[in-house]
T-cell receptor, first 115, second 113 residues
């Protein structure tokens, strides 16, 4: 079936370090891929997305490239800040019956950035 | 415009009770989804409503139910509460059901004693 696998956290980095959070997926067809972020005490918000192979989503210094050959959508940032401390969720969107789309979520990866 | 509003933000119940949570979507959004978030299970999809009709359903027992009103506001109900129902319940809205960005509320944190 369709699934999303994220690297387990927590991930702890020092400020200005390079960040990679791995995400791989299993899906039929051509799903859309998303990264959502949940800051402490808040709901989730969309960070970036990619809708077709080789697309690169980017926002707030974060990037992720839709790699169909490796079924991956790894999240990267060149220099993290303390304010990036949050939980990051990878998700895919696939067609469901009735031509509406259902999101399938990874378990989330907690990131803590120390000053 | 105002974001997704969930009420109540926090509540404490005892086993066997029932609870109703409310969600007001962003104005103009017709789709409302509900999720249960726990440390061990992550984010689990409960159901999605669009124009008062349930369009998708997750793998939760029948104690979990929901509905959507004509103004797109949604409620979810959990009956006969169990300790394991303690979680953050998140509501999300989007304009349609095809890849529209999800906008989440801050959640309702339920503690079952």
């Amino acid at each position: 079936g369709n699934s999303v696998t994220q690297m387990e956290g927590p991930v702890t980095l020092s400020e200005e370090a390079f960040l990679t959070i791995n995400c791989t997926y299993t899906a039929t067809g051509y799903p859309s891929l998303f990264w959502y972020v949940q800051y402490p005490g808040e709901g989730l918000q969309l960070l970036l997305k990619a809708t077709k192979a080789d697309d690169k989503g980017s926002n707030k210094g974060f990037e992720a490239t839709y790699r169909k050959e490796t079924t991956s959508f790894h999240l990267e940032k060149g220099s993290v800040q303390v304010s990036d401390s949050a939980v990051y969720f990878c998700a895919l969107s696939r067609n469901n019956a009735g031509n509406n789309r259902k999101l399938i979520w990874g378990l989330g990866t907690s990131l803590a950035v120390n000053p | 415009k105002a974001g997704v509003t969930q009420t109540p933000r926090y509540l404490i119940k005892t086993r066997g009770q029932q609870v109703t949570l409310s969600c007001s979507p962003i104005s103009g959004h017709r789709s409302v989804s509900w999720y249960q978030q726990t440390p061990g299970q992550g984010l689990q999809f409960l159901f999605e409503y669009f124009s008062e009709t349930q369009r998708n359903k997750g793998n939760f027992p029948g104690r979990f139910s929901g509905r959507q009103f004509s103004n797109s506001r949604s409620e979810m109900n959990v009956s006969t509460l169990e300790l394991g129902d303690s979680a953050l319940y998140l509501c999300a809205s989007r304009s349609g059901t095809l890849d529209g960005e999800l906008f989440f509320g801050e959640g309702s944190r339920l503690t079952v004693l």
